[in-house]
């Protein structure tokens, strides 16, 4: 597909609304709508060769689904579709965002992140918009990497007055890697 794929695991409905907030700074025409990945099969997302894929923070740093005690499918049982063997997200380009509470998680903040980073650099997928660390207060994060995230945080909870300047930011420097791929792909 010629736009960008937006897909999403949650729980609680904050990480669909980011989700809807990137889509709109996006837009219609560069970006299809976002999708809960409990509502697809693989195939669906392996159609777009550029993708934003956001998770919530579930279980100590484990990939969000039944085994980390949400209530409802997410990225968990998404992934135990996705084709066995090889590398089915080869030549994709994926921006990652996920969301932690940093205050009542201080010691694991948004470390599903990584694992579903982990999961999806197996597959094949070439990652962009890792998220600076600054202005944001924990004890620890496995989705640090190099002193950076591996994608875009957000703590709506406690930080939740800066998340759309978190947004615009991060959205100006994934959005021309992820049209390059758009125009590549063509």
Not at 68 to 90: D, H, V
Not at 101 to 120: G, I, T
Request: net charge negative; with cysteine.
């Amino acid at each position: 597909m010629n736009k960008i794929g937006i897909f999403f695991g949650t729980e609680t409905g904050t990480t669909r609304l980011v989700a809807k907030k990137i889509h709109a700074r996006l837009g219609d025409e560069l970006a299809a709508k976002p999708v809960n990945v409990n509502r697809i099969g693989p195939d669906e997302l392996l159609a777009y060769d550029a993708l934003v894929l956001g998770t919530p923070s579930y279980g100590v740093g484990q990939i969000p689904g039944a085994g980390a005690g949400c209530l409802e499918s997410n990225w968990e049982e998404f992934l135990a579709k996705m084709p066995a063997g090889g590398k089915p997200l080869a030549g994709k380009r994926v921006a990652l965002f996920g969301l932690g509470a940093q205050e009542r998680y201080s010691e694991r903040f948004a470390s599903s992140l990584r694992r579903l980073h982990d999961v999806l650099v197996e597959y094949g997928a070439e990652i962009v918009g890792g998220w600076g660390t600054e202005g944001y207060t924990f004890e620890h994060s496995a989705s640090v990497v190099d002193g950076r995230f591996v994608g875009l945080v957000i703590d709506q909870r406690t930080q939740g007055m800066h998340t759309d300047a978190r947004l615009d930011a991060w959205v100006a420097e994934v959005k021309p890697l992820l049209v390059e791929k758009l125009a590549q792909a063509a």
